[in-house]
């Protein structure tokens, strides 16, 4: 499996994350958390516009209405329209507000998965120490909400297998991607148990996604790269990226096989492509990502 360079947007960003394809609008969308941006890369025209977010943003969902973006913003869930430009909160998701939402997913069944995870820095800009303080959360399209698991320090990498059987999400404290089996008939989680924990230089597992192969996406913070996970969970390639804090992956394009890699610029020392936004060629495709059933009259 290869990837070959495409683009780049030297972007400077503090830390890009949320990254996800929209096949309606032909776009690739991702946020920027620490200097609060949203990017629209659309491959119509190849333009690159960039929207400011009323909070710091965590990451993006598609709904099923082109142009209308489900966006997690540290305080709630809010449907973003791209033309208009017009934000609306949908959801105040996370009672907790010493917690703020990270990544998340949508299942098969249109509902939406989020994790919580501690502030640090805080609304005060003080720093605290990571704990397991976070949650994962299911909210349905109709917005029934409910806690499906606690003790989380950082909820990453939320993602399901081709055949929607299992349902994959990272704890990046404890440097661990584990398993669930996801009943398909009631959206409901079981049977979690440990997929993978790859060596400490790889890094961290950060944001990740699914290809059409079955194999895990993993971004690794601190790691300097991209591991490709088999369904048994052992690293079947690395792929290196000239920085340190690489934070998700996904898949887009017409034939899937374009895949846009976000990283972040938090390092002590700068880094040339830590902050960048990159795209490359893959000889393997991606899966389209789910949708949420919600229209502005929601």
């Known amino acids: 499996m290869t990837l070959k360079l495409d683009k780049k947007f030297d972007l400077n960003c503090g830390l890009a994350e949320g990254c996800v394809w929209s096949i309606n609008d032909n776009a690739f969308y991702w946020i920027d958390i620490v200097k609060s941006h949203l990017y629209k890369y659309s491959l119509n025209d190849s333009s690159l516009q960039r929207f400011d977010t009323p909070e710091q943003p965590a990451n993006i969902m598609l709904t099923q209405s082109p142009g209308l ?25 996370e009672p907790n507000k010493t917690l703020r939402i990270n990544d998340g997913c949508v299942d ?18 003080i720093e605290h120490d990571m ?3 976070g949650r994962l959360f299911k909210i349905s399209p109709n917005k029934v909400t409910s806690i ?12 399901f297998s ?38 400490d230089k ?23 790269g991209i591991a490709r996970i088999s369904p048994k969970g052992e690293l079947a ?42 795209l490359f060629r893959c000889d393997v495709a991606g899966i389209l990502p789910n949708t949420v059933p919600i229209s502005l009259n929601n």
Not at 148 to 159: D, G, P, W
Not at 202 to 222: C, L, M, N, Q, V
């Open 69 to 93: 973006l489900l966006v997690s913003l540290f305080d709630g869930l809010y449907l973003f329209d791209v033309n208009k430009e017009s934000w609306q909160l949908w959801l105040d998701v």
């Open 108 to 125: 098969v069944n249109g509902n939406i998965w989020l994790g919580t995870m501690l502030m640090s820095p805080d609304k005060q800009g």
């Open 131 to 133: 704990g397991k303080y």
């Open 148 to 159: 499906e698991k606690e003790v989380i320090a950082i909820f990453n990498l939320a993602t």
């Open 162 to 199: 081709l055949d929607n059987k299992t349902f994959f999400y990272a704890d990046s404290f404890t440097n661990e991607i584990y398993a669930c089996d996801f009943d398909i008939s009631t959206s409901k989680l079981s049977k979690q148990r440990l997929f993978c924990k790859l060596a």
């Open 202 to 224: 790889y890094g961290h597992p950060d944001g990740g996604t699914t290809d059409s192969e079955g194999f895990i996406w993993s971004a690794r913070w601190d790691g300097k």
């Open 237 to 278: 390639q690395f792929y290196p990226l000239n920085a340190s804090q690489v934070t998700n992956v996904c898949f887009g394009g017409e034939d899937l096989k374009t895949v846009l890699v976000t990283t972040a610029s938090l390092t002590p020392e700068g880094e040339a492509d830590g902050g960048s936004v990159q």
